[in-house]
């Protein structure tokens, strides 16, 4: 009996040993668990509070500020090209002041800035380390000053608006009129080149029916040009003022849309028809 009772108590120790162990895993299992969970926890609301951003902006403010005082600060900023941009238009979006750190500097990002400003054809911005900001504009070329609905603006040989302010600089251009004047205007404007005595005296041209354009004079002369072959009937009407100062006369009207003949509309009287005479150069 004894021998049993010794046997039965050997097995209920073991028993209650293995119980312990299993309740002692099982604590510390839970232990480890629940650190788990709360890492995990403290990473979700880390990432999801904006942690990780703020760190790498943080490291990167502070790599950029030990940059500057290693000598990699703004000390110059040089700008060639420029003529007629707004140069506080240039300042704003370079962003940078003397000191601060270079490498901080997106030139790429300004580039594109810049190339929206209406005077600004094309832009080069450079990082000239160590403490450089280079910027090259190339700018658009005013050409004509365009009037619609009674508003005024000074445009480009693409017809794009390059200010609609500030123009009394740009007074002696040629005014154009009409809606669709700009898209067809670096033609015209090279055929008036050509004739330089006739383009003094243009006051303002028009874009008629959206296809030809009429000519206003200063002396108030109208000149009626035809839809194709413009260079040659100017070339025709200053033909016949430089041999009988015809623009001088007093006229209110030429018409040169007729292939072979000018036809001129006197102030007083009817109106008198030239014929081409090409065999005379005219």
Request: aromatic share 8%; hydrophobic share 45%; charged share 30%.
């Amino acid at each position: 009996m004894r021998s049993r009772g010794t046997r039965k108590s050997v097995y209920l120790r073991r028993r209650h040993s293995k119980i312990e162990r299993l309740v002692y895993f099982a604590r510390r299992f839970g232990r480890i668990a629940g650190v788990v969970v709360f890492l995990l926890w403290l990473g979700s609301w880390f990432v999801l509070s904006g942690g990780v951003q703020k760190a790498q902006a943080w490291g990167r403010e502070e790599s950029l500020r030990l940059s500057a005082q290693m000598g990699f600060a703004v000390d110059n900023i040089l700008v060639e090209g420029r003529v007629h941009t707004d140069p506080e238009i240039i300042k704003g979006l370079v962003n940078m002041d003397k000191g601060d750190p270079v490498l901080a500097f997106d030139p790429v990002a300004v580039q594109i800035a810049l190339e929206k400003v209406s005077w600004v054809r094309s832009a080069r911005v450079e990082r000239r380390l160590p403490d450089t900001i280079f910027i090259e504009l190339v700018e658009r070329e005013p050409l004509a000053l365009w009037q619609s609905g009674g508003h005024l603006s000074l445009i480009d040989e693409d017809g794009e608006v390059l200010a609609e302010t500030r123009l009394a600089a740009f007074e002696d251009l040629v005014i154009l009129v009409g809606a669709g004047a700009p898209a067809h205007a670096a033609k015209l404007l090279g055929l008036l080149n050509a004739e330089p005595a006739l383009k003094d005296k243009v006051e303002y041209a028009s874009w008629i029916g959206d296809r030809r354009w009429d000519l206003k004079l200063e002396s108030g002369i109208d000149v009626s040009l035809p839809e194709t072959e413009e260079g040659l009937a100017l070339r025709r009407l200053m033909a016949m003022h430089e041999q009988d100062g015809l623009l001088d006369k007093d006229i209110v009207a030429v018409d040169l849309r007729t292939v072979d003949r000018i036809i001129v509309r006197p102030r007083r009287g009817e109106a008198q028809a030239w014929q081409a005479g090409f065999e005379k150069g005219i």
